[in-house]
């Protein structure tokens, strides 16, 4: 009757909290249906004839307890495994049991004890003032974890016996060892202002003060590991990861992170798979089977040890092997998963974990341990009536056993549990110090104090610790054991780029990296593509384009080709940009060559003919000819022939300027010459009194004809030079990949201009000779003057769109052959008649020939 009395007013306090919290969360439906399971498994809880705790973890019975003045409790997973209770509603539900002690739990536990006592037993810390503590077995489940919180905050437990008793509620609560049960204990002690601070739950998410402001802990956030994770695995270029998750608030809230960390590195997710401990085994089972059909050879595994402990089981019995394992430190430190048959699929695994340290005297206070850990040791009971176990001795020996119990050597999480307790310590000395009765939580928010290790312990705004890490790598020893060997390191407070180092690798460890795996979607680019994105896929996964023209990539895997400077041009393989072809029109190629010796040949043969002139200049056919203008005409002919030179070779200032005044100059002096010959042949056979054809060849007159027309021409290339002079230009425009080095001509007006006078002059010439054509054969030269002009104004009226289309160097080339052409054109039209009859005719060449046709008439 009593047991049920106490069984009543515990469900009455347990409901009572239950409401409040619904209240405040404002989850009145959901917590109705949560409170009749509640009372459910109160009941089977409560039945008299399951008092009896034997080897099996009870949830409502603290396993380890100690009065004292301050009350500490602790929430740890002493447990791996729950019964699963019948909910038929038909009979009365099986008792709720943890089974399966956790070896590595209970040293955290035993660890949080060593620390009291030791506080107990300090002069400076806490003086004359006991600490007492409340164990409870979270069994690493949110419901064992509610209801171990409400048993530590209302002061009334329950013993084995069936009694009551009637402690103080706990100051502060350590623990709990996973996320989730952390969060379930926090929405409840949250509400009285009780903290919590946890060794061992990482989850970013409780970093919010506004949702846990009571919330503490001795273990960086998961936000700055996952960052860690993704530097590492984007640090040795596997950019295609596969990755496996705890579904609970550690593994969701952690590889969410990851991933978005990932997404900045460059690393893509291949397979994201999350599952529990309690999953179905075939579950499980797809988990493994997904892994074993990726294409990725790295697998993050942000998983609890619980899950990775089911998780390696499957995968032995699949024999999944051959991948790179990157771990988080939930189990990448975790002894009792070095065995020998996960030693092919774990070897060389990486992952960070917090830094170990020594904590003196407490491997000998392990070793000081309560029956239940002996018996479970040695596998013997202290019970002679049970059946098929061996009888304890009481002379086995623990330091001859290696189990994760009596392991230190890799105390991480032991210490976190260490500081937690002294971080509450801290902060009831300042509130006794002080004379404050405050909240405890302000205190430890203000904690600041080293331990006898050299470390200091503090906590930032958000309650967190100072974020390091070391790199863990799991290597094989001489003797075939696995060891955790630290490669490198992560420092959160460092700038970024310095974050993440590297250690002196040793010999294992850089044996090891020649072999890792490539993890990768797509083959690397090499230089000279880029990366182009196959729709529908990540990132990660992409086909290499080769670069345009004028583009380079210098290093593999680039995501954007690099645009050339404009003096440059990518080479051959696109690997770098190196300058551009320079074109011009030179001597040294075919077509400059060619073109150079024609207008040489043209000179020289102008020259001849001049010669040729000058050695029969007193002959009549010469003196018919007008060989004033004659010798004028030839020596204007040679200049055109000359200028041209000009327009080969790499174009500078002077030769720009050069090559065009010339041009316009010596061809209109040409022009000139033409003209007044046509005039004086015209006048010379239509004057009607002898007088006026005397005016008009007198030769005063003709030297003034040309004089003016030249004259002009100077004038028009005067004002061209000094208005807007052509100047050297490289035309990158044209052609992208080479640059036409030309001469600008400044204003094309004046260009025009130019040609435009020339032709005019051309075309008046044209109109005279074609009106003389008619006049006696054996003095007239209109008639070859007519054929001279037809052949210079046909050149350059065909010049004219072949200049304004052809490319580059070919422009040149065009204006060349104008000038060579039209001027072979005059001196084969005009002088070559001539100089037939002066060297192979010279019968021909008297004062009778001449007249011989009018005579005649």
């Known amino acids: 009757m009593t047991s049920r009395l106490y069984n009543s007013s515990v469900f009455f306090c347990e409901t009572f909290l239950l409401t409040i919290v619904c209240v405040r969360f404002h989850q009145m439906p959901v917590c109705v249906c949560v409170m009749l399971l509640f009372a459910l498994f109160h009941g089977a809880f409560g039945a008299e004839d399951n008092l009896k705790c034997k080897m099996l973890g009870r949830p409502e019975f603290p396993l380890l307890s100690q009065e004292g003045d301050i009350t500490i409790g602790g929430a740890f997973t002493l447990h791996s495994q729950m019964s699963k209770p019948s909910l038929s509603f038909e009979e009365t539900p099986e008792d709720l049991t943890c089974s399966r002690i956790n070896l590595r739990e209970f040293r955290f536990a035993q660890t949080m004890i060593f620390a009291i006592e030791e506080i107990n037993n300090s002069s400076s810390l806490l003086p004359n003032i006991s600490i007492g503590y409340k164990v409870f077995d979270t069994c690493g489940l949110t419901l064992p974890s509610t209801r171990a919180v409400m048993a530590l905050m209302n002061g009334k437990t329950r013993t084995p016996e069936g009694g009551c008793s009637s402690r103080t509620s706990v100051h502060a609560i350590i623990g709990a060892s996973e996320s989730s049960s952390t969060i379930v204990m926090l929405q409840i002690s949250g509400i009285f202002q009780i903290p919590v601070i946890s060794h061992f739950a990482t989850c970013a998410c409780l970093s919010n003060r506004k949702e846990y402001p009571s919330f503490f802990r001795t273990i960086p956030s998961d936000f700055y590991q996952s960052r860690a994770l993704a530097k590492l695995v984007k640090h ?116 960070f974990t917090i ?14 341990v309560n029956p239940k850990f002996w018996e479970t040791t040695f596998g013997c009971s202290f019970q002679s009536d049970v059946h098929g176990a061996t009888q304890c001795s009481g002379v086995e020996k623990l330091k001859d056993i ?31 110090k002080c004379g404050q009765s405050g909240e405890v939580v302000e205190h430890l928010q203000s904690v600041n104090f080293t331990l ?33 060997v630290v490669v490198g390191n992560y420092d959160a407070s460092q700038p970024n780029g310095r974050q993440f180092t590297m250690n002196n690798i040793n010999i294992t460890w850089a044996a090891r990296l020649q072999k890792r795996p490539l993890s990768v979607c797509s083959q690397s680019c090499i230089p000279g593509f880029r990366q182009a994105v196959i729709k529908g896929k990540p990132i990660c996964c992409f086909t290499c384009v080769a670069c345009a023209a004028g583009e380079i990539s210098n290093s593999s895997n680039s995501a954007e080709c690099l645009q050339c400077p404009l003096e440059f041009w990518s080479n051959e393989d696109h690997s770098q940009c190196v300058p551009k072809v320079i074109e011009f029109l030179s001597f040294e190629e075919t077509m400059g060559a060619l073109l150079a010796a024609v207008s040489l040949f043209g000179a020289a043969l102008t020259s001849l003919v001049f010669c040729v002139f000058f050695r029969f200049r007193h002959t009549p056919l010469v003196k018919a000819s007008n060989s004033e203008l004659s010798f004028l005409l030839l020596f204007s002919l040679t200049l055109c022939f000359l200028c041209s030179l000009t327009f080969i070779g790499r174009p500078s200032r002077w030769s720009c300027v050069l090559r065009h005044t010339a041009f316009g100059i010596t061809f ?87 040609l435009g006078y020339i032709g005019l002059l051309a075309v008046i010439c044209f109109i005279l000779a074609f009106l003389a054509r008619k006049l006696p054969d054996n003095f007239n030269e209109a008639k070859f003057i007519t054929f001279s002009m037809l052949i210079f104004c046909a050149v350059w009226v065909t010049f004219i769109p072949a200049y304004v289309s052809s490319p580059g160097k070919f422009t040149v080339a065009v204006e060349i052959f104008a000038i060579l052409a039209s001027s072979f054109g005059l001196l084969f039209c005009i002088f070559a008649p001539k100089c037939y009859i002066l060297i192979l005719k010279p019968e021909k060449n008297t004062k009778k020939h001449m007249m011989g046709r009018n005579h005649q008439n």
């Open 402 to 432: 290696q189990n994760p119990f009596t392991d230190v050597s890799e105390l991480r999480i032991s210490n976190n549990v260490y500081k937690a307790v002294y971080a509450v310590a801290h902060a009831m000395h300042s509130m006794l």
């Open 668 to 754: 209109a002096l040409c022009m000139s010459c033409v003209l007044a010959k046509t005039v004086a042949v015209l006048f010379a056979f239509t004057a009607k009194r002898p007088g006026n054809t005397v005016f008009y060849c007198s030769v005063p007159l003709q030297r003034t004809s040309v004089f003016a027309c030249i004259t002009l021409q100077v004038i028009i290339c005067v004002l061209w030079l000094t208005l807007a002079p052509p100047h050297p230009h490289k035309n990158t425009a044209h052609a992208k990949e080479r640059i036409i080095l030309e001469c600008n001509l400044g204003s094309p007006v004046w260009f025009w201009v130019v």
């Open 452 to 484: 006898q290790s050299g470390e200091r312990v503090y906590f930032d705004d958000y309650g967190d610790p100072a974020a390091t890490y070391e790199l863990v790598n799991w290597q094989r020893s001489p003797e075939g054991n696995t060891v955790f």
């Open 355 to 368: 830094r170990k340290t020594k904590i003196t005297g407490l491997q000998e206070f392990l070793l000081q």
């Open 236 to 351: 040795f270029g596997w950019t295609w990861v596969g990755a496996v998750k705890s579904d609970n608030d550690y593994g969701n809230n952690g590889l969410a992170t990851f991933i978005m960390a990932a997404e900045q590195e460059g690393v893509c997710v291949e397979y994201s798979e999350g599952f529990s401990w309690t999953d179905p085994s075939e579950q499980i089972a797809r988990v493994v089977t997904v892994i074993k059909s990726g294409s990725a050879r790295v697998l993050v595994a942000f998983l609890a040890q619980s899950e990775m402990s089911a998780l390696l089981e499957e995968a032995v019995k699949q024999n999944l092997t051959g991948l790179q394992w990157v771990g988080s430190e939930s189990w990448i430190t975790a002894g009792h998963l070095a065995l020998k048959k996960y030693s092919a699929i774990l070897t060389g695994s990486l992952g």
